[in-house]
């Protein structure tokens, strides 16, 4: 109970450390010897030593320890092992928890050779055979000894050097040398122990045959070299050695030579064999008779009985041969661990099988043969599910993920590209639950609010919107720390969505559309017909585009070149205008808006006072191969002075184009027609017919009354004024500079074109009048040195390039020209003297 629980298991002493307990911390295991000194263990002290340290099922850890380990103590059948651990939720090992555990076994008897195959070495123990000394024989002095082998320890009993027998020679250590190569080497009081780890360099794998014997009898085999065959091979690890020991003053010599198998497992039909030869040669070397004593197998060191074998479908045979045993894949005693094989999820069942074989021969005696055999079968890939269990009234995304053996653990996200660790998730919005089964496996549930920023909204038909999440999820395998990565990518249909609404409406010069954002919309682009319309497309027309985060405002004058014409009566003239919302990324088409009203034909015509007729054409829906540039009136050489796509502007007198005067008692009519030719026709495609009349005699009857009135002055006026000082690239005044443009590199003398516009209000009663005007050296309007340009709205007649003020007509841009002053100023610099202020 508690941190830590310990088993005696013959000649191994197994303490297990509860997985719970030691979750998520790090741990440090020492052994401590007799003195009090606490040994730290690494893989190559373990081996060399007679530990074992491993994971069993699913992350527990197990600490065993060979009876016969360097700093266990052993007296007479009882063999005491006390072990430190530490354990830090850092791995600096700050503020660890200390605990201590010593235990004690009973075991015995011993046999004349005991033979141990752990997971990472192997141990081989031999009894010690002492001659009895002569009667009255007189031993050497010590002195004496030292002198003829210096090597030798000055204890009483001690190895002095192992000789290794390899196939092309042999090789002897000191005891010194061998344990700096890794090697295990220890007395007792009655035994010679030598633990060899498996990575040593005098290992040997050696093919063992199974041994098919001419006859046999109950009680005992006599080997002969000439009545056995070899067959069906097991590989071994062996090591050949003899270990020299002094005992007082004797130099005596035992075979330590230890073989275990490495692989004799097989899978087939969803069953694990596994076979091990009875009869091994090299360590039976000089036998001449063979007798089985006991075969007794078992999992985790637990020995099984018949009846507990069966129970769990285990089959064990022990034949003439070998022995074998059977154990379906699956079985009670094995468990399944994760794999990952290429990034592949996969599961391997694990059994750790346990093999005591007993037996006698007539050089050693008995043997006793233990080995710990952890089997694994091969890689087989494992399904998981991605199951969305999503609560859409409460909007909150779920979804599970699993299951996964115990030994998975989800270490990190990532989201959006952006990879965080586990607590971390929660900022994002994420909720991470781990749920246990009763079996132990476990899976993983991600809860994340729709609204969540890495949640995708997209807008699917009708009221429907689809939300994705899209995470990948990593994982770490424990103990083998191997990762792989789970891609989950949900889609969840709501039905919440709101699309945008318009309203439309027309004045008396624009169509407009305001459109009502709804919560589909935030990547949708306006576009007429083919051409996206962006703030500075606009501009450059002239529209207005307005967005305040709920609505979208579109303003678009009658005149335009994005406006249909679709039917033109005396009455009125049908204009609509068409608004696509396309997908941001796709450009698919989500929306379609229009507005449709009747304008009237008045808005095409100006008649002048002065006798000046300007009048616009319009192109009809439904005459596509139009060219609003070959448009001409009645005198053909009259042709438009301002050209749009579907606009051609007329401006001429009346005297002039063909037109035709009419007089009456009242009015002077005059008519013009604008026509469209197709190219070799006389018969015009396109009429539209126009008239300007003038009253040629008014009489206004007006009734007054003298009164003596004050002299008239002038009121000045109070309101808000908005406007604009821009620099034009060109006499024609079509394109400012745009701000990203400044500053404006310009060559002395060259031209510089400005226009000031009165922005605010658009009231035709306004005139604009400039009064003074100044260039400055700086950005400040009142630093100095100045130069006046304009004064008293004239130019400075003290200029060596005088002002020159353009006149301003009306076009598409411009509304009221007696709100625009255009003037042209040639390129100076400021001086002092002779010295230049500014290049």
Known sequence: AGPMSLECLGNLLRITLSAEYFEDKYLSLSVVDQSGIAWELDEAMAAQCGYTVTYSNWSSIEFRASAVSCHSHLEKDVFTVTIQIKASHTPDMKNATSHLKSASCHYGPWSSRELVCESNYMEVSVRKEVPQPIKDFIQDAPEDWTVVLPEAKAEEASIWQIVFHQPEEKKALLVSDAWSAGYGLNTTDTRVVLRIPHTAAQVQLVEVGMLLLAQQSCQAVQVQPDLFLQDQGITFSVVRSNTFYKHRWMILMVDTTVACPVDGGDYTNKTITWTVPKYIPLLSAGATSFKDVLVEAGVDLHKLSAKEMSSRKYVLSNDLNAIMMKIPIGAEGGYYKTSVSNGELGAKYTINLFLEHQWEDNKWGLTRHTIIKEIETPFEQVEFAIINNSN????????????????????????????????????????????????????????????????????????????????????????????????????????DAVLPSVRGFCDGRNLHLIIAHGNVDQNWLPFISDWHLTPEAAQKYNYSLRDNGTHLAISVPFLSPHVNYEVFHTSGIKASLYLTLKDGITLANRRDFSVSCRFSPSELIQCLPSGTVIITAIKMVGIADLDTSLLVLRDRECKPSLVTEKTATFKFSVNACGTIKKFNSTTMTYENEVLYFRPGNDTPVYRLKFVCSYAVKQAVDVRYESKKNPLPHVKPGFGSLALSLKLFKEKSYSEPYQESEYPVVKYLREALYFEVELLQPKDARLDLNLDDCWATNSQSQDSLPQWPILINGCENNKDSYRTVFHEVNYSLRVEFPQHLKRFEVRMFTFVQGSTLLQE
């Open 392 to 495: 859409l009234s409460t909007r909150l995304m779920n979804v599970t993920v699993g299951t996964f053996l115990p030994d998975v653990e989800l270490v990190n996200l990532t989201i959006d590209g952006v990879t965080v660790a586990v607590p971390e998730a929660v900022q994002h919005g994420y909720i991470i639950y781990r749920t246990r089964y009763s079996n132990g496996s476990k899976a993983y549930i991600i809860q994340v609010p729709l609204d969540a920023p890495s949640i995708k909204k997209e807008y699917m038909s009708d009221d429907m919107r689809a939300y994705t999440l899209n995470v990948t999820l990593a994982f770490i395998t424990h103990p083998s720390r191997e990762t792989f990565t789970v891609p989950v990518i949900t889609v969840s249909a709501v039905r």
